[in-house]
């Protein structure tokens, strides 16, 4: 079946220090990634998808390429802030819709001012 | 943006006893709603999938006499675990997507901490 695998956190980072979580995947077909990222007492929040292979998405200066030959999709930034303090979920759907979701295990950014 | 609104956020409750969870989509009709649950150092695993006006859909292994699941309305969804042990503690969450459009993202309320004493 269908997984993600993700480092485990903490992730513990100075303030504009380089970010990088990595994530891989098994799936059957051809899934879309995401990363979700949860800020304290909110809901997951859609950070970032690609649909298909070498797709970069990008978003609030996090990056992630869906590399297919490495069945990865790591989560990278180049200067991290306090705010970005959370916890960030790679997560995998099917190629029938982006809804049902299976998620790693979620990494817990913590980052020092 | 479309806000999802999960109730309560932390509950404790004893063993035997019942415990209602909310998942509410405030400002769009959601046809589709999903249910997670996450153990601790584990993944998020989908539970179920929750369908307006018709019987959810179970994942394997999810007792559905167990995790009751009623979708009655096009912007709220129940789940109520009945009957709670401790081994039921967990975290819950549940992500709503809009109608007739499964190419756009899930939307997630913020998570139901559930701790069975």
């Known amino acids: 079946g269908n997984s993600v695998t993700q480092m485990e956190g903490p992730v513990t980072l100075s303030e504009e220090a380089f970010l990088t979580i990595n994530c891989t995947y098994t799936?059957?077909?051809?899934?879309?990634l995401f990363w979700y990222v949860q800020y304290p007492g909110e809901g997951l929040q859609l950070l970032l998808k690609a649909t298909k292979a070498d797709d970069k998405g990008s978003n609030k200066g996090f990056e992630a390429t869906y590399r297919k030959e490495t069945t990865s999709f790591h989560l990278e930034k180049g200067s991290v802030q306090v705010s970005d303090s959370a916890v960030y979920f790679c997560?995998?759907?099917?190629?029938?819709?982006?809804?049902?979701?299976?998620f790693g295990t979620g990494t817990r950014l913590l980052v020092s001012p | 943006g479309a806000v999802v609104s999960q109730h309560p956020s932390r509950v404790i409750c004893k063993s035997g006893t019942s415990v209602k969870i909310e998942c509410r989509s405030l400002?769009?009709?959601?046809?589709?709603m999903f249910w997670y649950r996450q153990f601790p150092k584990q993944s998020l695993m989908l539970m179920a999938t929750?369908?307006?006006?018709?019987?959810?859909?179970?994942e394997q292994g999810v007792e559905k006499d167990k995790f009751l699941i009623n979708h009655a309305s096009l912007t709220l969804s129940t789940l109520t675990v009945t009957s709670a042990h401790p081994e039921d503690s967990s975290f819950y969450i549940c992500s709503a997507s809009r109608p007739m459009d499964s190419n756009t993202e899930a939307f997630f309320g913020q998570g139901t901490r559930l701790t069975v004493v």
């Open positions: 997560a995998l759907s099917s190629n029938t819709g982006f809804q049902k979701l299976v």
């Open positions: 799936a059957t077909g051809y899934p879309s």
């Open positions: 400002d769009f009709q959601a046809t589709t």
């Open positions: 929750s369908n307006e006006g018709s019987k959810a859909t179970y």
